[in-house]
């Protein structure tokens, strides 16, 4: 008898250990088994002695191969899940983390509070902060990116969930018509100044989504200084670790009435919520 599914799942371990830890390792496999050959532990369970097929065994090699070069699992995978929706993902958009949830849910929180009917979402990638707020509240949801293969990916997830709103290619606010609304971005925060230390899997993501001048700041305090312009009644940024104090003073002597920072479970800054 040839491989069984069990052994599949200790060899897969096996080899995704070698360049990660343990832990990681272990929970990768799983996250192979079930997203990647929509097999449930369940089922393993169950069926862990029968033969592997020599497909899903050739499938298996390849994600490997392309995975022990730092592709990320998500751009193996083509999609990966923010808020419970499955977003396609392709190596022209970032790719979602837990943390842009906290984005969202205070981006629901600050709207409502203002009572207000349209949010526009800044440099939306796959678009899963837009096509959230969308389907989540009745709002009038715009988007905007400057990258022409993003917005293609955030169409299309729009369509694949049933999300209602309207695309913009361009800079910033640049290209989104009046009035604004609420205004939601997350933006390239990394200091490039920084690159040389990053993970290996971020080198495989669009470094125009990533990385900005003046330490990260620039695109922050750019849309911070057009919210402002456009008479938007809020503006919530994602930010990076330590980014708060510096973009609150800037904020301020832009004109917001408050700005406030958010910390995220970690206890690092991530959020901005500057006000008018």
């Known amino acids: 008898m040839g491989q069984t599914y069990l052994q599949l799942r200790l060899d897969l371990a096996a080899a995704l250990a070698v360049f990660l830890d343990p832990e990681e ?13 929509d097999l449930s532990r369940s089922w393993i369970a169950a069926h862990g002695t029968e033969e592997v097929p020599p497909e899903v065994r ?18 193996i995978l083509g999609w990966s899940l923010f808020r419970n929706h499955r977003f396609k993902v392709t190596p022209a958009t ?25 949010c526009v979402d800044v440099g939306t990638g796959s678009g899963i902060i837009g096509i959230c707020l969308a389907l989540e509240t009745d709002w009038q949801v715009t988007a905007s990116d400057q990258s022409a293969r993003a917005l293609k990916v955030a169409k299309e ?8 709103l309207r695309f913009f290619e361009g800079n910033l606010l640049d290209p ?32 125009s989504a990533l990385f900005a001048p003046d330490r990260g700041l620039a ?26 104090g510096e973009l609150c003073r800037r904020a301020m002597g832009i004109g917001w009435a408050k700005a406030m920072i958010h910390q995220d479970f970690a206890g690092h800054d991530r959020l901005l919520v500057a006000l008018a």
Do not use: M
């Not at 050739?58 to 751009?75: F, N, T």
């Not at 997830?157 to 209602?164: C, I, K, M, V």
């Not at 933006?187 to 971020?202: C, K, S």
């Open 219 to 244: 695109l922050s305090e750019a849309l911070l200084r057009q919210a402002k312009q456009r008479q938007a009644p809020a503006c919530l940024l994602e930010i990076g670790a330590g980014q708060g």
């Open 25 to 37: 390792a272990h929970a990768e496999c799983i996250r192979w088994f079930e997203e990647g050959l």
């Open 157 to 164: 997830n729009a369509q694949s969930l049933g999300a209602s």
């Open 58 to 75: 050739r499938r298996v090699s390849g994600w490997v191969r392309r995975r022990r070069k730092g592709e990320p699992w998500a751009y």
């Open 94 to 118: 970032l790719i979602p983390r837990p943390e842009t949830e906290l984005l969202v849910e205070a981006a629901l929180d600050v709207g409502r509070r203002l009572k207000v009917d349209r």
């Open 176 to 207: 989104i018509p009046d009035p604004t609304g609420l205004v939601v971005a997350n933006l390239p925060y990394v200091d490039p100044a920084d690159q040389p230390t990053l993970q290996r899997e971020l080198g495989f993501e669009p470094a």
